[in-house]
Nanobody, 123 residues
């Protein structure tokens, strides 16, 4: 499975960005897709996840109400809509995919990772 992210960039605080992640290859192995982020000097942290089989979504407390994950099964693509962005949202955002079925907040739930896309929010 290969994951290709797009949509990162620079935005002012309060602005919005939409990230996309397209899966290719053995997508039948993918049941869960998620987004993580990593800021300089910090560990990679969970942002949001989507369980394809149930449609359930999961969010980190730090982004609830501002970030929304959705997916298009026909396109094997998951999206991350980020609104009301803050300077602390600045990080490299990684798309992840797996089939372990949880825990969705853990990096260990995901077998496949994208290369990452930079999101920079200026205050």
């Amino acid at each position: 499975v290969q994951l290709a992210e797009s949509g990162g960039g620079s935005v002012q605080a309060g602005g919005s960005l939409r990230l996309s992640c397209e899966a290719s290859g053995r997508t039948d192995r993918v049941h869960d897709m998620g987004w993580f982020r990593q800021a300089p000097g910090k560990e990679r942290e969970f942002v949001a996840a989507l369980a394809w089989t149930t449609g359930r979504t999961y969010y980190a407390d730090s982004v609830k109400g501002r970030v929304f994950i959705s997916g298009d099964n026909a396109k094997n693509t998951v999206y991350l809509q980020m609104d009301s962005l803050k300077a602390e949202d600045t990080a490299v955002y990684y798309c992840a995919a797996g089939n372990a079925g949880g825990p969705y907040v853990s990096v260990w739930n995901y077998e496949y990772w994208g290369q990452g896309t930079q999101v920079t929010v200026s205050s």
